[in-house]
């Protein structure tokens, strides 16, 4: 496996990524920023992965880890990001194409450095694509600008609740409230 951290999940994203999976049971699961977090969905028993990359390399890496641990028909989608309304960059309109019903929504791309709220557009593209009882999770959620995405995610599905994670670099998971 490439190295945790840095650009890469670190151990406490993942381990908790594995937990939620395996609760979810995910039928379509949606990831922006491919990597070692593909294979723990793919290995937690999330069926249909769809992860976005914007990176040919780190896109092309993550097939390769794919295929040496045994795991197909993972739908990597790699595209340049694209410029929004002369705004923002953010994933290629053409990499939504087929996206509904998300039980699993996994933010941890595109990376801070294409914009400073990089990854807010999931909030308008992708929240009205989730299925009714989706989870979302953000990583980095210590960044502000990820502390208010995830905020905003919350108030956008009113029937979730946001738990706070203090890990390495904050994990946010916003998961339909508790019945009873």
Excluded: C
């Excluded at 995830?150 to 946010?172: R, V, Y």
């Amino acid at each position: 496996m490439r190295p945790l951290r840095g650009w890469a999940a670190s151990p406490d994203f993942l381990l908790t990524l594995a937990h939620v999976t395996k609760k979810v049971k995910p039928r379509v699961t949606v990831e922006f920023g491919s990597g070692i977090s593909t294979l723990v969905l793919a290995k937690s028993g999330a069926k249909k992965i769809v992860s976005l990359d914007h990176s040919v390399e780190f896109g092309t890496q993550t097939r390769e880890m794919l295929l040496s641990h045994g795991v197909r028909g993972v739908d990597i989608r790699i595209h340049e990001l694209e410029t929004y309304r002369g705004k923002y960059k953010w994933y290629a309109k053409s990499s939504f194409k087929g996206l509904a019903k998300i039980d699993l929504l996994v933010i941890d791309g595109p990376p801070s450095s294409t914009n400073s709220d990089a990854r807010y557009p999931a909030l308008e593209h992708l929240i009205p694509l989730l299925s009714p009882n989706a989870t979302v999770i953000l990583d980095d959620a210590n960044r502000d600008e990820e502390r208010k995405l995830a905020d905003a995610i919350a108030a956008a599905l009113p029937n979730h609740s946001l738990t706070m994670f203090s890990h390495e670099k904050g994990t946010a998971v916003i998961a339909p409230r508790k019945k009873g």
